[in-house]
């Protein structure tokens, strides 16, 4: 399981300064049939031959008794990625999803994971059964801390949600944690919760 060294960081920095609360992760596996090419070189061409393939989406979501925001994060071996969810509310939507290639690789699916408006995606192993090649981690979390959701041979997602009471939101909808908790945070943490909607990790 991949976990970025950041995750530490700020579980230590935040604990103790943001209210820890249990949010509930539930959702289930929905199979979705999909004609598509036969072969890569066919894309755009508007002609068959065609075949069907099935591709897979995960929908759920996280709640919690008070309103929430959330970071999700997609680590795999060579790159680490954030995005930062809508203004709070008292349910997030998530959705995880794999993506069946064509002709393609067989072995290969694009997994994508959004989580209130935050998307992130990346190629990765396919076992062509979700449940081989995804486990769902955890059921329950809690704010403040870091949590994987899901993880695969070749990628974790994971996320961090926080309460409204920690964050304000500002202009384009864009959230930010308050003054009080980006103080206690090093210069990579505080970018990250309290300027841009998504960018990746060093």
């Known amino acids: 399981m991949r976990r970025h060294p950041i995750f530490d960081e700020l579980d230590a920095a935040l604990a103790g300064r943001v209210p820890s609360e249990p949010v509930e992760c ?15 070189k066919q894309l755009g061409g508007g ?34 990625f954030w995005s930062k969810s809508a203004p709070p509310e008292t349910q ?25 408006g935050a998307t992130l ?7 062509n059964d979700p449940a081989a090649t995804c486990e769902l981690v955890a059921t329950t979390l809690r704010t403040a801390r870091v949590e994987t959701v899901a993880h695969m041979q070749d990628a974790t997602f994971a996320v961090l949600v926080l309460p409204a009471s920690a964050v ?24 990250l919760l309290t300027r841009r909607r998504s960018g990746s990790l060093r």
């Open 92 to 116: 997030l939507e998530v959705a995880l999803s794999f993506h069946v290639y064509a002709d393609y690789q067989q072995d290969r699916a694009t997994f994508a994971a959004s989580v209130s």
């Open 26 to 40: 539930a959702g289930s596996w929905l199979p979705a049939a999909r004609r598509t090419y036969e072969r890569a």
């Open 168 to 191: 304000q939101t500002g202009r384009h909808r864009l959230w930010r944690v308050r003054d009080t908790v980006a103080s206690a945070l090093s210069a990579q943490s505080r970018e």
């Open 121 to 127: 995606a990346a190629p990765v192993s396919w076992k």
């Open 47 to 80: 002609e068959g031959p065609f075949i069907d393939v099935i591709d897979w989406r995960w929908l759920g979501h996280l709640s919690c008794a008070t309103p929430i925001v959330a970071v999700a994060f997609f680590v795999t071996s060579g790159e680490s």
